[in-house]
T-cell receptor, first 113, second 115 residues
Framework: GAGVSQSPRYKVTKRGQDVALRCDPI?????LYWYRQALGQGPEFLTY????????KSGLPNDRFSAERPEGSISTLTIQRTEQRDSAMYRC???????????FGSGTRLTVV | AQTVTQSQPEMSVQEAETVTLSCTYD???????LFWYKQPPSRQMILVIR??????QNATENRFSVNFQKAAKSFSLKISDSQLGDTAMYFC????????????FGKGTLLTVNP
């Protein structure tokens, strides 16, 4: 596609529910990144993939968070048993190669009530 | 671990004037990349400018330029002829030149351009 597409744009969920956030990167982009941005803060790294391989998941806060990119294109970030502290903007980015600059998506605003 | 510090939470400038946003970082690496991203009210993240640490020449993109001082670990952004559309949150970011390609962001500077 023309840009990095994320869905849904907004998600409100009840505490304890699982959520799945989707990222569709720019066609042909090898590297895909997930970041989380709290209000008034800069984005914080969560994880990244080259093709389907998860290269670094050191930023995932705990084992309720997981991500996959099974076919090296679309990626899903899953948060199990959501908590209020998970409320944030979740951003996906992609790049043609690891060394290239990122293109960010518009993000998914997650609110846990 | 690398850290990125933006010491100015908010700044304002009059339209058509010049403003400089500050950024310092901490790293023990010699090869790395630095970026400025713009986040307007729409909450998009837009790459403004990029600098490779091994290049001594400061990067320039139209009205945007950087002052990269490697020894001082400083990477400031200068916006010339400020326009109303420059109103946004600006984030400085660091990326290692090694095998880890994650970005480390500062907390941002909110820039308001006044008419």
């Amino acid at each position: 596609g023309a840009g990095v597409s994320q869905s849904p744009r907004y998600k409100v969920t009840k505490r304890g529910q699982d959520v799945a956030l989707r990222c569709d990167p720019i066609s042909g982009h090898v590297s895909l990144y997930w970041y989380r941005q709290a209000l008034g803060q800069g984005p914080e790294f969560l994880t990244y993939f080259n093709y389907e391989a998860q290269q670094d998941k050191s930023g995932l806060p705990n084992d309720r968070f997981s991500a996959e990119r099974p076919e090296g294109s679309i990626s899903t970030l899953t948060i199990q048993r959501t908590e209020q502290r998970d409320s944030a903007m979740y951003r996906c980015a992609s790049s043609l190669a690891e060394r290239d600059g990122y293109t960010f998506g518009s993000g998914t605003r997650l609110t846990v009530v | 671990a690398q850290t990125v510090t933006q010491s100015q939470p908010e700044m304002s400038v009059q339209e058509a004037e010049t403003v400089t946003l500050s950024c310092t970082y901490d790293t023990s690496e010699n090869n790395y990349y630095l970026f400025w991203y713009k986040q307007p009210p729409s909450r998009q993240m837009i790459l403004v400018i990029r600098q490779e640490a091994y290049k001594q020449q400061n990067a320039t993109e139209n009205r945007f330029s950087v002052n990269f001082q490697k020894a001082a670990k400083s990477f400031s952004l200068k916006i010339s002829d400020s326009q109303l559309g420059d109103t946004a949150m600006y984030f400085c970011a660091f990326r290692s030149g090694g095998s880890n390609y994650k970005l480390t962001f500062g907390k941002g500077t909110l820039l308001t351009v006044n008419p």
